[in-house]
């Protein structure tokens, strides 16, 4: 399937649901037909994003998916979960955080260890100077 399939597609959902639109506004009720046609039309542009070799199996996956949840009338599930996961993710990255920041500082030990060798690295460099000091 071609790109341009999918525009078309996408063009006849946008004009049939302006055409019910306009319908409602004349007092003529074609709500139940669209709340099955759009949640079709986008499970069927999902399946052939699927099915086809254009475009991302993944993304066709999630819009076909997104079509059927609208189709059932669950699709406040699918933004419940989205929330759950960040909110899971959010306390995941504050948790984590808090346990980097206390394993960048160094022990007392590492701290005193590195004073001695700071010392030891001066009393180095002074016998040196005074080694050449001394000789003529």
């Known amino acids: 399937m071609s790109e341009r399939s999918g525009k078309v597609l996408l063009g006849l959902a946008l004009l049939l649901t302006g055409g019910f639109v306009l319908l409602d506004q004349l007092g003529i009720d074609g709500g139940d037909f669209l709340g099955v046609l759009i949640p079709g039309l986008i499970m069927l542009y999902g399946a052939r994003k699927v099915i086809g070799s254009s475009g991302s199996r993944f993304w066709g996956i999630l819009v076909f998916l997104f079509g059927l949840l609208m189709l059932i009338g669950k699709l406040h599930l699918l933004f419940n979960v989205v929330l759950a996961i960040g909110v899971i993710y959010l306390g995941y990255r504050f948790i984590r955080r808090s346990d ?23 009393l180095d460099g002074w016998e040196h100077r005074m080694a050449k000091k001394q000789q003529p």
Not at 100 to 122: G, I, N
Request: aromatic content about 8%; overall charge neutral.
């Open 100 to 122: 980097k920041t206390h394993d960048s500082m160094p022990t007392v030990w590492e701290r005193q260890w590195a004073r001695q060798v700071l010392k030891e690295d001066a």
